[in-house]
C-alpha cells in the first residue's frame, strides 16, 4: 500500500457525460500528480500540483482539467468523455518538487460507452 | 527532448533464470533521474528504485539489481533467480532536475511485460 488513495476504483460512464476522480496524497506529501495509462498511449503524464499551485502541464486536454485543495487533495475533472478516454488513471504523490520518487495510488478505470 | 526506451516488450522466462530487463534513456539535461516501476496483475505501479545521473553505483536489493551506465545512456535492471510473483510489467523511467523547486514529470517507457513460468 502507498498511501496513496483514488476513489472510486472503477467508473463506467458514456459519451459528453463529465466526472471527477479524487486523489489523496500520502501524509506528508506536498506534490500530487495525475497520469493516463492508456494502451496505445501508454502512461502519459498529464498535470502537477505543489501545494495547491499548478507546477507543470502535460499532454492534458482542454476538457479535462484539475486542481488540488488546500487539505492537499486533488480532483481530476474530465469532461465532454469521448470513447478514446476510457483508460486507468493514477495519482501519484511526492514529498517535494524535483527528484523525488512518486508513489502512486491504486488507479481508477474509466470507461466511456 | 526527454525519451525512454525500453526495447524488450515482452519476456517470458522459467522459474530461477536470471533476466535482465533494457532501459535506455535520451536526454539533454546533465542532472536527472531515473527511476523503475513495477505494474503487477492487480494494477497499481509500484516504486522500486530511483537513481540520481551522479550516482554510477550499481545497486542490489536482494534478488534485484540495476545497472546505470551514462556513457550508453542505460539503466537496465536485472533478477536474479527468478520467481513466479516477478511476474509484471516493468517500466523505466526518467525525469529532469529543476533547480529551485521546479516541475518534475515522469517519462515513461512502454514497459516491459515479463512472464515467470513455473
Known amino acids: 500500500d502507498s498511501g496513496v488513495t483514488q476513489t472510486p476504483k472503477h467508473l463506467i460512464t458514456a459519451t459528453g457525460q463529465r466526472v471527477t476522480l479524487r486523489c489523496s496524497p500520502r501524509?506528508?506529501?506536498?506534490?500530487v500528480y495525475w497520469y493516463q495509462q492508456s494502451l496505445d498511449q501508454g502512461l502519459q503524464f498529464l498535470i502537477q500540483y505543489y501545494n495547491g499551485e499548478e507546477r507543470a502541464k502535460g499532454n492534458i486536454l482542454e476538457r479535462f482539467s484539475a486542481q488540488q485543495f488546500p487539505d492537499l487533495h486533488s480532483e481530476l475533472n474530465l469532461s465532454s468523455l469521448e470513447l478514446g478516454d476510457s483508460a486507468l488513471y493514477f495519482c501519484?504523490?511526492?514529498?517535494?518538487?524535483?527528484?523525488?520518487?512518486?508513489?502512486f495510488g491504486p488507479g481508477t478505470r474509466l470507461t466511456v460507452t | 527532448a526527454q525519451k525512454v526506451t525500453q526495447a524488450q516488450t515482452e519476456i517470458s522466462v522459467v522459474e530461477k533464470e536470471d533476466v535482465t530487463l533494457d532501459c535506455v534513456y535520451e536526454t539533454r539535461d546533465t542532472t536527472y533521474y531515473l527511476f523503475w516501476y513495477k505494474q503487477p496483475p492487480s494494477g497499481e505501479l509500484v516504486f522500486l528504485i530511483r537513481?540520481?545521473?551522479?550516482?554510477?553505483q550499481n545497486e542490489i536489493s536482494g534478488r534485484y539489481s540495476w545497472n546505470f551506465q551514462k556513457s550508453t545512456s542505460s539503466f537496465n535492471f536485472t533478477i536474479t533467480a527468478s520467481q513466479v510473483v516477478d511476474s509484471a510489467v516493468y517500466f523505466c523511467?526518467?525525469?529532469?532536475?529543476?533547480?529551485?523547486?521546479?516541475?518534475?514529470?515522469?517519462?515513461f517507457g512502454q514497459g516491459t511485460r515479463l512472464t515467470i513460468n513455473p
Open positions: 537513481r540520481n545521473s551522479f550516482d554510477e
Open positions: 501524509s506528508g506529501d506536498l506534490s
Open positions: 501519484a504523490s511526492s514529498i517535494g518538487t524535483s527528484g523525488y520518487e512518486q508513489y
Open positions: 523511467a526518467l525525469s529532469e532536475a529543476r533547480r529551485g523547486g521546479g516541475a518534475q514529470k515522469l517519462v
